[in-house]
């Protein structure tokens, strides 16, 4: 079945960065747009930052443009996204997401599979 699994959150302070990874199995990964989503407590779950399956276009959060970087390694099955100059309001669980040959949907309901989620918390 398929499996998205992420890692790399944790607790760092303002300014700091991150890298998150998400390791994909039982899906042909390089034929899926992934993308990252994030909810922080009692707020619906956003998006945050999508890649194409072909040819690696990018989509971001107008908030996070500039700061976060969203990368593929396809050969790794895994997505990956840079955060840097993180702020409070970056606090959520941050969850990745598959969709079948996408077009880098920003909704949350376009994605065929999800991860687990790894918590993201910065400081002030």
């Known amino acids: 079945q398929v499996q998205l699994v992420e890692s790399g959150g944790g607790l760092v302070q303002a300014g700091g960065s991150l890298r998150l990874s998400c390791a994909g199995s039982g899906l042909a990964f390089s034929i899926y747009t992934m993308g990252w989503f994030r909810q922080a407590p009692g707020k619906e779950r956003e998006f945050v930052a999508a890649?194409?399956?072909?040819?690696?276009?990018?989509y971001y959060k107008d908030s996070v443009k500039g700061r976060f970087t969203i990368s593929r390694d396809n050969a790794k099955n895994t997505v990956y996204l840079q955060m840097n100059s993180l702020k409070p309001e970056d606090t959520a669980v941050y969850y990745c997401?598959?969709?079948?040959?996408?077009?880098?949907?920003?909704?949350?309901?376009?994605?065929?599979?999800w991860g687990q989620g790894t918590q993201v918390t910065v400081s002030s």
């Open positions: 997401a598959a969709d079948f040959r996408g077009s880098g949907s920003r909704i949350k309901g376009g994605y065929d599979y």
């Open positions: 890649i194409h399956w072909s040819g690696g276009t990018t």
